[in-house]
């Protein structure tokens, strides 16, 4: 069984950074592509950026420029670096792997 723990969330105010963590078990990590989610109050979850088991990347339009999704596959674990961060950027993300398994989440709260 999967287990993804993020951490990293908080409360920061506009114009700041965060960096997010996601740590997986098991020992697909390395051959898997990771995503990170997130979704605002009253809104669907939405994809913020994946990036693939050979390291290819992608954003949404929204995280382009500012958000920059990494992976330490010796660590099991996946980054998202958060910068410029907007009060719209508010929400719990979430780390998927593979598109199967989903961690608890971590809130993002930014203050303007």
């Known amino acids: 069984q999967v287990q993804l723990v993020e951490s990293g969330g908080g409360l920061v105010q ?8 996601c740590a997986a078990s098991g020992r697909i990590f390395s051959t898997v592509f990771m995503g990170w989610y997130r979704q605002a109050p009253g809104k ?7 990036i693939t088991s050979a390291g290819s990347t992608n954003y949404a339009d929204s995280a382009k420029g500012r958000f920059t ?9 996946v980054y998202l670096q958060m910068n410029s961060l907007k009060p719209e950027d508010t929400a719990v993300y ?5 598109g199967n398994y989903w961690g ?3 809130l993002v709260t930014v203050s303007s």
Do not use: F, H
Not at 14 to 21: E, F, T
Not at 44 to 50: D, G, I, K, S, W
Not at 69 to 77: F, G, H, L, P, V
Not at 94 to 98: D, F, K, L, P
């Open 94 to 98: 979430y780390c998927n792997q593979g």
């Open 104 to 106: 608890k989440g971590t």
């Open 44 to 50: 669907q979850r939405e994809l913020v950026a994946y």
């Open 69 to 77: 999704i990494s992976r330490d596959n010796a660590k099991n674990t």
């Open 14 to 21: 506009a114009g700041g950074s965060l960096r997010l963590s």
